[in-house]
């Protein structure tokens, strides 16, 4: 089983550190862990982040409280722990918020060749972030959020430049839900994932972050990327050793249950990046 989406942030970029996470993926049975950090961590992306920052105060204090790496130093560990050898596959990515200029960003630091894979995430809606605080959504429509929501999601998948897309529908991370039929736009979603030959995950992140009361990907939202053969990954989004593998095998099942394939898994037809697709 394939642990797609588990954070290193909390914790030094030492050896250490990264066994740590290693041990509990072998403690919950797992055979591959994708290892990344957040895109806001560093430096190179500040210019994408100015939006965020300039939106209100709250956001650009923790924003201030985040950055402030060199993506230098994450590509060191990257490399010195690619030199050790490990019982289960590690596979080392980063997860960029689809912001304007993130294209730029990744074309610069040559991200395709430095990474076995980039995950592509929509956190921020116009400079606004969603999936903060539940008060935060008071006063705003529903609606449109989501509507704007999938049309990021469109444009991120339109761009070319990922391998995965992470936590596909987290817009429904504090409950709201909009009044209109969503099954046109999962669908045309999918349709793009499938040309684009992208990886959605099946996420424990609402659930394991938010306590969100379902678990992965909208049942609708699952059947139409199942239908047009969008490769799907069990991710936990962990943020800290104890979590990897967290509700996995339940999004596993999930996927399994009347599927007329198992789940793929990367390293089976997810190509690395810089392999051709």
């Known amino acids: 089983m394939i642990d797609a989406h588990v954070h290193v942030e909390r914790g030094p970029y030492t050896a250490d550190w990264i066994q740590r ?3 509990q993926a072998l403690a919950v049975g797992l055979d591959e862990l994708c290892l990344l950090e957040h895109s806001h961590r560093f430096v190179e992306f500040s210019e994408l982040y100015e939006p965020v920052r300039n939106f209100d105060r709250y956001q650009e204090d923790w924003y201030a409280r985040r950055a ?17 050898s490990f019982p289960i596959r590690l596979r080392w990515g980063l997860e960029v918020c689809w912001l304007p200029g993130a294209a730029k ?21 116009d400079g606004w ?17 989501y509507r704007r ?9 339109h761009s070319g430049l990922f391998d995965h897309v992470a936590h596909p529908d987290s817009i429904k991370c504090f409950g709201h839900y909009p009044e209109y039929d969503l099954e046109p736009t999962y669908a045309r979603v ?3 994932a499938m040309t684009a030959k992208v990886a959605f995950e099946q996420s424990c992140g609402l659930r394991n972050n938010y306590g969100h009361e379902t678990l992965g990907l909208d049942r609708n939202f699952l059947a139409a990327l199942r239908a047009r053969g969008v490769p799907l990954l069990t991710a936990s989004d962990a943020h800290r050793p104890e979590d990897v593998g967290k509700n996995l095998k339940e999004a596993a099942a999930l996927l399994a249950a ?19 697709k």
Request: aromatic share 10%.
């Open 129 to 145: 972030g969603f999936d903060h605080k539940k008060e935060r959504w008071n006063g705003r429509d529903v609606n449109e959020l």
């Open 105 to 125: 960003v990744l074309e610069s630091l040559d991200a395709r060749n430095s990474f076995d894979f980039v995950t592509g995430s929509i956190h921020w809606l």
């Open 258 to 276: 009347d599927a007329e394939t198992p789940p793929c898994r990367a390293g089976s037809r997810l190509p690395a990046i810089g392999e051709e």
């Open 21 to 23: 996470f290693v041990d």
């Open 190 to 192: 999918a349709e793009a």
């Open 149 to 157: 929501y999938f049309e990021l999601e469109l444009d991120l998948l």
């Open 68 to 84: 402030g790496k060199r993506i230098g130093e994450y590509l060191d560990l990257v490399a010195e722990m690619r030199k050790s």
